[in-house]
């Protein structure tokens, strides 16, 4: 694989510079911290790239991957910051094209779509990874030193949830066909940290999910995500976990991960954490803030392994684990059965 001398040497674009959230803006920004040179955006809002214009003076702009691609030979490293249905197609492309990719989480909507994706990057000899940033948030760092230490025991399950009773917002995001649905947004995220938790192979999925309530009241109808849904995973070392995200839950849990041990039980959420542990029959209850969140050594890692220094943490088969895991629960959800996990 290509590696460079020098981080100033990756010379990095982004595509996609939408207003939500900043996204693009946050890409660049983060590369520039870590060394690497901003120098290209594609975008196909003309606002939007001026915008990125006022926002890295001198940067080059296009209106589309494909031009970028044809005409700009500076850019060796692309950033996919676009909706989740659009990250196959735009990854394949760029990495055809000789470019080391990056995509924002989730990776793909599919198992097929990760396993093409890479496919191309193998062929190619090139990076393929993806923005798990989240994987260095204090929340979860803090979680795995205290599982690590014994404080829980071993672990026996983990659940994830988030809820609300509310209505969707009419984005992308709330669209089956470009988000994948409820579980692809946070849910992506959750897995991730569980994936941190629970190190072993995946056995199986089982998915459940309910349709039909908010749809009527969007303008997507019924391309609306899911009410809610739940996804179940077995894996070879004896440990589950689930994922639940609900729109309709009137009475959501404390928390957003909830790791049961056989000594104990910690709860955290992004802000803070809970640990309930025992001195014979007597709980005993520790809680604190989370630690401060290191999200920048995302692009830390990714400079120093284009520089022939570090390993790949966020490697592309990483990534295709929790995709795996959503795919084969919505599929379950479809057929009312549990499927089997596949690996390449």
């Known amino acids: 694989m290509k590696t460079f001398k020098r981080r100033e040497e990756i010379k990095a674009a982004v595509v996609g510079y939408g207003g939500a959230y900043s996204m693009g803006q946050i890409h660049l920004l983060r590369m520039e911290e870590t060394g690497i040179k901003p120098t290209a955006v594609a ?9 990125a214009k006022e926002d890295f003076p001198g940067i080059q702009t296009f209106g589309s991957l494909t031009e970028m691609l044809e005409r700009s030979d500076d850019v060796n490293c692309i ?3 676009t909706p989740h249905n659009t990250h196959a197609s735009l990854a394949v492309e760029a990495l ?7 995509v924002e989480k989730p990776m793909a909507l599919t198992t097929e779509e990760c396993d093409s994706m890479i496919g191309a990057a193998e062929k190619n000899g090139l990076m393929l990874s993806v923005h798990h940033n989240r994987h260095w948030d204090g929340c979860i760092m803090n979680a795995v030193e205290r599982i690590r230490e014994g404080s829980i025991g071993d672990v026996v399950r983990v659940e994830a949830h988030m809820g609300s009773w509310k209505k969707p917002v009419e984005t992308w995001r709330s669209s089956k066909s470009a988000s994948g ?3 692809y947004d946070w849910g992506i995220h959750l897995l991730e940290y569980t994936f941190q938790i629970i190190d072993s192979e995946i056995v199986e999925v089982n998915g459940f999910s309910k349709r039909g309530f908010w749809a009527d009241t969007t303008e997507l109808k019924d391309d609306t995500n899911e009410d809610e849904a739940l996804a179940v995973v077995r894996y070879k070392n004896g440990c589950w976990s689930s994922l639940s995200i609900s729109s309709i839950d009137s009475s959501p849990k404390k928390g957003q991960m909830e790791i049961t041990g056989t000594k104990g039980t910690l709860i955290f959420s992004g802000d803070e954490w809970s640990l309930i ?7 005993i209850t520790a809680q604190g803030p989370n630690p401060e969140s290191k999200t920048v050594l995302f ?6 392994f284009l520089t022939g220094t570090e390993d790949l943490i966020i490697t592309p088969e990483y990534a295709r684990r929790p995709v795996h895991v959503l795919d084969l629960a919505d599929r379950s959800a479809k057929e009312g059965r549990a499927l089997e996990a596949v690996y390449p």
């Open 181 to 183: 649905g409820i579980l």
């Open 277 to 283: 542990t025992h001195d014979g029959d007597v709980n």
């Open 43 to 51: 975008e196909i809002d003309p606002e939007r790239l001026e915008s």
């Open 299 to 304: 692009y830390e890692n990714i400079a120093a």
């Open 79 to 81: 950033t996919i910051v």
């Open 96 to 102: 055809e094209s000789g470019r080391h990719v990056i």
